[in-house]
């Protein structure tokens, strides 16, 4: 029996500004408030949470619950727990990509740590799906968030839970597999996320997955049946593996996920390519950095 996942299914909340910093107003710094929910990933996984660039793939000693000052881009960041799987990200910028560090027994390496990566947040848009599924699509693995509506829309709550639990279940044996096979952290993770998402696709998560799992209705031994078949497909087996090894390891970039524009009124950027890692330029001179994001759930 898969262990059941608490699911956030996320609540419309208002933008909202704050601002914080010296005496003067202008000292001041404007903040939105985001709202972050963790879909599918368990909370006792989650060691940080924080903003970093796409060059990175560390969270550089921020921490949940602290309130800290970015040197480059000067936005006060603070991500606060508001209930179960959702959390309140403040900051001046964000489109700058989202960090998810972890730590899970289950994975042998690395003292059990790893992290997603995603894309950072429109300034128009007031919620951010973190799942395995979003950083597949963030990550430019699927096609878009449009592609996977249905599955993350499912009829049965059951059927829904079972589907993001079995996606951060085989992450972790995928992981493991690909660190065997003596790639880093980092290309491992890209090559997971890579895999499953080509996989998924294959499977038919667009409409076929869906569909068979809406037709179990209410009955969990079908539900599980159909989540067990996936999990099965969703294995790197040893065929798999060296081509995923002689993809991965000459590349040493950092994990990149898809560009976000941070001010409205920009128009020209020169986007990275997520899966060859090249170099990104933004043209607007108020980030500093090359900075990404994607479309999140509607609630």
């Known amino acids: ?77 603070k991500i606060a727990n508001i209930k179960e799987g959702q959390y309140i990200l403040e900051t001046a910028v964000p489109c700058v990509p989202i960090l998810l560090e972890l730590q ?54 059951y059927a829904q839970n079972s589907f993001y639990t ?28 890579k895999k499953m998402a080509e996989k998924l696709t294959l499977y038919g998560v667009e409409k076929v997955l869906p569909n068979t799992l809406n037709d179990c209705g209410d009955d969990t031994i079908c539900i599980d049946n159909e989540i067990n078949k996936l999990s099965d497909n969703l294995v790197i087996d040893g065929s798999e593996v060296e081509s995923i090894v002689n993809n991965e390891q000459n590349n040493n970039s950092s994990l990149q996920v898809i560009e976000v524009i941070c001010k409205e009124d920009t128009n020209t950027f020169d986007s990275r390519n997520p899966t060859t890692g090249a170099e990104t330029t933004n043209s607007s001179s108020t980030t500093g950095t090359g900075t990404t994001g994607s479309s999140t759930r509607t609630p």
């Open 104 to 157: 899970d027994e289950d994975i042998v390496y690395d003292n059990g740590k790893f992290f997603l990566k995603f894309s950072g947040i429109k300034l128009e848009q007031t919620t951010k799906e973190l799942s395995i599924l979003e950083a597949m699509i963030d990550g430019s693995y699927l096609s878009s968030s449009n592609s996977v509506y249905s599955i993350k829309n499912l009829n049965n709550t």
């Open 1 to 77: 029996m898969l262990k059941k996942v608490f699911i956030s299914l996320g609540i419309a909340i208002l933008l909202t500004f704050a601002s914080c910093g010296g005496g003067s107003s202008k000292e001041a710094k404007e903040l939105l408030q985001k709202i972050l929910t963790i879909i599918g990933i368990p909370q006792e996984a989650i060691s940080n949470i924080c903003q970093t660039s796409n060059k990175s793939d560390v969270c550089e000693g921020i921490t949940l619950n602290k309130l800290i000052s970015d040197t480059k881009n000067k936005p006060w960041q």
């Open 166 to 193: 079995i996606l951060y279940i085989n992450l972790k044996t995928n992981i493991n597999t690909l660190r065997i096979a003596n790639l880093t952290q980092t290309q491992a993770i890209r090559g997971t996320l």
